[in-house]
């Protein structure tokens, strides 16, 4: 019978005791690197209760993740180009778009499938439409064309007085019976909320009632989200940031490239 020598036997198990050792290490060395959460991740999950307290429930954040996280870089970094920013900037639109459609109100609805069978579901209620504040809300009425087909869209354009620098409605064209239906209003950047109370009020004297109006925005400043939202408390807001610094080189950049 064959037996190894115990000095074969040492160096076999020093071997194996080498190889358990690196195979342990990169799993220490990765437990012991710093977990870096994203500036986004921190305020939309910390604060989410401090957002209710203070603007209210009809105030919502789009859903923190790190994909989210990335887009809001990609599209602030100055250094990002033109067929990336609009690429990304996309992405993002078409996330606050279909979260935007969560909040409009649906009714029950029963199919019948192909085996027969009845499937108890859920469809929107009739009668709803977009609204884009001119310009830089029309990068926005695609994500919406691509999430409801055939859908209505209206248009709203607000300028500054070159004087008095106060915003005033010079054009607006939307559905005749828009007083009906329920409006998502889009507009990507809220600096101050100045346009935004401007736009409101135009679809108010058409008609509409405040709490069917869901302003779908991207990039929105602590400061605006108060304006607005003390003015129209029953206005529903969806952003997928709240941010003291606005990326407002948003529109120039999408359409122009600058």
Known sequence: MCTGSPS????QSEEANATTEQQQQPEQEATEQPIRTPTHAIV????AEEI???YGSNLKLL????QVSELLTIIRDKNTTRSDFKFYADRLIRLVIEESLNQLPYTDCDV???TGAIYEGLKYRSGNCG????????AMEQGLRDCCRSIRIGKILVESDANTHEARVVYARFPDDIGSRQVLLMYPIMSTGNTVLQAVNVLREHGVPEKCIILSNLFCTPVAARTVVNAFPQLKILTSELHPVAPNHFGQKYFDGI
């Open 112 to 114: 019948e499938t192909p």
């Open 52 to 54: 209710l307290a203070e």
């Open 44 to 47: 939309a999950a910390a604060k």
């Open 131 to 138: 609204v884009s504040i001119i310009r830089s809300g029309e």
């Open 63 to 66: 859903e923190c993740n790190s």
């Open 8 to 11: 074969s036997n040492d160096s």
